[in-house]
């Protein structure tokens, strides 16, 4: 590479740098005016003001009022804001049992979405183009057009290479490596960022409450699997293979149940909502479940039926729920040890009982000799319901707010 080309990639790099930096000033601090701009963000009142009349004339900044000047004499200054009535966002989350996909504003408000049932494994392509295909529909009944979409996300379960795009296993959705980007950006015709689900999850958390004075955080989400994230100085930590903090792969039992990864004794297949439903259902009966007993059927039997007879007190289920707390405890409070963060963040329909978390804190409180460390762990405020908000807040973050974002539709 020659000087001058070096020199223009230089450029180009410090500009978007700077516009990533406007951005996040204005998503952390709400409407500023040029000055203010200047001041939090170092930059020349030039730069700024050059900055922000392109992202207006590209309708991703708008001007929205005026403030005086605390008082002083002189002209009122304009605020300006993130124009976020003009573009749009897709969400995928690639499950074991449903696939999700929806299309929201810039607030995360779904304008559409839907979830598919998982049946027959189809080719990893055949099934990624469908699921564009269904996307392109939304757009075409919500009369959206490509160029106002900012991109795709997509969280997937498993291994993931999210600097290629590529999910490299996923645990029996497709039994080889799959270019995920490349398929629907051809597909789309918008940009795609590809993540682990748990992943997005946690970069969703971290940056819906806004957090000033965490910088490291474990996410744990329970459900069918058992995934975590890791964020060390406030950035996803990934190991050496992008398998770091796979809490649910730790070994627990020597000699445990063959998890799907191929491992005996992982946390995950000991606790997961599968093997929960399983143990309940060796001891369903009006003996040992009498309220399920009386109020479900074995083949109609749910996860948050079990956690609704938990709650009732019913013997068998509280003695296999208290069984699973203990596990998770130990998975918990290892991790814990090894990376010391300010929270710990679950996510999942266990949490949310009042019962099982009152069991859960005082387990770690015993097993650490700590009451501080269970002050650390707090339950998601993340809408369960809404399945793609990690595919959501991964668009937000990679390609609208961060220095790699290039704010050009031909850039795919």
């Not at 058992?226 to 398998?243: K, P």
Request: hydrophobic share 40%.
């Amino acid at each position: 590479m020659n000087k001058m080309n070096s020199f223009g990639l230089n450029v180009s790099a410090i500009k978007q740098n700077n516009r990533s930096l406007i951005l996040k000033l204005l998503r952390d601090k709400g409407p500023l005016s040029r000055k203010d701009m200047a001041v939090y963000s170092g930059l020349t009142p030039a730069a700024v003001t050059n900055i922000v009349n392109e992202m207006i004339n590209q309708k991703l900044l708008k001007e929205t009022g005026h403030v005086s000047g605390n008082g002083k004499p002189g002209r009122r200054r304009i605020l300006v804001d993130i124009d976020k009535s003009q573009k749009f966002i897709i969400g995928i989350n690639i499950g074991t049992k449903k696939i999700a996909l929806g299309v929201s504003d810039m607030d995360m408000n779904l304008l559409d979405y839907e979830e598919i049932e998982i049946s027959d494994r189809e080719h990893p392509e055949k099934l990624l183009m469908s699921l564009g295909n269904r996307v392109l529909r939304m757009l075409w009944e919500l009369n959206i057009v490509k160029e106002n979409v900012i991109g795709a996300g997509v969280g997937i379960v498993g291994s993931v290479d999210p600097e290629n795009g590529k999910s490299n296993f996923s645990y029996g959705i497709w039994n080889e490596s799959v270019n995920i980007r490349e398929i629907l950006q051809k597909q789309l015709g918008v940009r795609v960022v590809v993540e682990n689900n748990v992943r997005a999850l946690a970069i969703s958390e971290f940056n819906l409450r806004r957090y000033s004075n965490v910088n490291n955080l474990i996410f744990v989400k329970h459900g069918p699997g058992l995934g975590s994230a890791v964020i060390v100085n406030r950035h996803l930590f990934y190991g050496s293979t992008n398998n770091a903090g796979e809490i649910g792969h730790m070994v627990i039992e020597k000699d445990g149940p063959v998890c799907r990864c191929g491992q005996k004794g992982c946390l995950e297949a000991l606790i997961s909502t599968d093997k929960i439903i399983s143990e309940v259902s060796k001891k369903f009966g009006k003996d040992e479940t009498p309220w399920l007993f009386s109020n479900r059927t074995l083949d109609d039997l749910k996860f948050e039926d079990i956690i609704q007879a938990y709650e009732k007190s019913d013997m068998g289920v509280q003695a296999v729920v208290e069984k699973v707390l203990d596990y998770l405890v130990l998975g918990i409070t290892n991790v814990m040890k090894i990376f010391d963060p300010e929270k710990v963040i679950l996510y999942g329909i266990m949490f949310k009982s009042d019962k099982v978390m009152k069991s859960l804190l005082k387990k770690i409180e015993e097993l650490t000799s700590n009451t501080k460390a269970s002050s650390k762990v707090e339950i998601s405020n993340l809408d369960s319901k809404n399945k793609v908000i990690g595919g959501l807040s991964l668009v937000l973050e990679r390609l609208f707010y961060e220095r790699e974002a290039i704010f050009n539709k031909n850039n795919i």
